[in-house]
């Protein structure tokens, strides 16, 4: 069905691209690293006898026609662009099962009624740019110009890194894919949780996406001496922001489902006796259910507010992103589960915390996602992990579903 020391062989290969010493790799999107890793899979692609393009946000495309080449395209897709320092899996597992299928099918001489396509989104992890989904974004329409100045910690911005891989930002628009040209989108992934390890399964149906929200908050105060200014005096945005990040803990734990982290900080101007007069720091908030991300986020503001107030400081918050919960559509849900079944492969149905492309593409077509199991549940860190065994499973699964929806 599908040849596993092949696909494993190409996540190895694909691992070493932008590999740090420590085993992580770190291929931020538009970087030396990720144009490598997508020259690999064109060239994979190309074997696989796909027809290749790269669009006009930097995804890159291989589609395989269909009988009826009029007929909707079904999409198999996912990421080459890492987190920093993240782990071999993210993403990649998706893009080479992909390829793996169309290159399956190609050898044993399977042809569909409906054309079926490999997306390589660009910049998934919008870890660079602190803004993610960049490709399916452009892919189903929702990427707007003024996106196009985020910048990174170096002051690139995201049009001027888009340029510096020969792409015309200007141009982004044109990305975009109607509804009528596709009929499925599918994403194999790995879990980057512990649900399928706590139950002893290979594989997960995925149900929906929990939504991001994704804020730079600014707290400004007044930078002073460390030494001359008493307690009573002072402006001090990080005590005021320390503050923040622990409503940020205390609300998220109190929801049960969500979460919620802050994982930048930037203290200004940065010295050990200067009272800090300016403070940024990012929060990532996310949840399944809509109701209960509008409320954290209310909650969170509205105290921050009143810290910031209490304290006679400055409260700025600057919305990054915010993308809506994505559910899995109920037929491919099936579909999937029946394909375990036929493969006696045991399935678990879950929600996904992390992000994917699919939360963009569900604006165009039915999305449906594949888990499989990650080693003690650890993702964006060297040790991700998943055995041979279950990235087989999941790509078999892929594979039958593929057939399935394509046919
Ligand atoms: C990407 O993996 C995300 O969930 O942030
Ligand atoms: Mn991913
Ligand atoms: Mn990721």
């Not at 919008?126 to 990174?152: A, I, P, Q, V």
């Not at 982004?172 to 994403?187: G, H, N, Q, T, V």
């Not at 600014?218 to 402006?235: C, E, I, Q, S, Y």
């Not at 622990?246 to 969500?258: F, H, I, L």
């Amino acid at each position: 069905m599908i040849n596993a020391d092949r696909l494993w062989k190409n996540l190895l290969d694909i691992g070493e691209i932008g590999k740090n010493p420590d085993g992580g790799i770190t291929r931020l999107a538009f970087t030396k690293e990720d144009r490598q890793a997508i020259k690999m899979v064109e060239a994979l692609m190309k074997e696989a006898g796909l027809a290749v393009h790269e669009d006009e946000v930097g995804n890159l495309i291989g589609r395989k026609e269909g009988e009826d080449s009029n007929a909707p395209a079904v999409l198999i897709g996912s990421h080459l662009d890492s987190v920093f320092n993240g782990g071999i899996f993210d993403g990649s597992l998706g893009v080479l099962a992909g390829i793996e299928v169309l290159q399956s099918m190609k050898e044993n001489g399977i042809s569909t009624k409906h054309p079926i396509e490999v997306y390589v989104f660009r910049d998934e992890e919008g870890c660079r740019f602190n803004f993610s989904l960049l490709g399916s974004r452009g892919m189903s329409g929702t990427l707007k110009l003024e996106n196009l100045e985020y910048r990174d910690n170096e002051g690139i911005s995201l049009a001027e890194a888009m340029k510096s891989c020969g792409m015309n930002p200007k141009e982004f628009f044109k990305a975009s894919r109607r509804p009528d040209e596709i009929k499925a989108y599918l994403e194999l992934h790995v879990e980057q949780g512990k649900v399928l390890e706590c139950e002893n399964l290979q594989v997960g149906v995925v149900t929906g996406i929990a939504s991001s929200l994704r804020l730079m908050v600014t707290v400004t105060g007044k930078a002073d001496h460390a030494g001359a200014t008493p307690m009573n005096l002072r402006f001090d945005a990080l005590a005021a922001a320390a503050q923040i990040i622990g409503v940020v803990e205390k609300e998220t734990r109190a929801t049960k489902s969500a979460v919620g982290t802050v994982g930048q900080i930037h203290a200004y101007p940065g010295g050990i006796n200067i009272i800090p007069g300016r403070v940024e720091f990012t929060v990532d908030l996310r949840d399944v259910s809509i109701k209960v991300a509008q409320q954290l986020e209310k909650s969170i503001l509205s105290q921050a507010e009143d810290i910031c107030t209490q304290r006679g400081l400055k409260l700025e918050v600057d919305f990054l992103q915010r993308v809506p919960p994505a559910p899995c559509s109920p037929e491919i849900i099936d579909t999937i589960a029946e394909s375990c079944r036929e493969l006696g492969i045991k399935e678990l149905h879950l929600p996904s915390g992390a992000g994917h492309d699919a939360m963009q593409v569900v604006n165009l077509c039915p999305i449906g996602m594949i888990f499989v199991r990650s080693q003690n549940g650890i993702s964006h860190h060297p040790a991700e992990w998943s055995t041979p065994e279950d990235c087989t499973a999941g790509a078999k699964v892929l594979y039958q579903t593929v057939l399935k929806l394509a046919e």
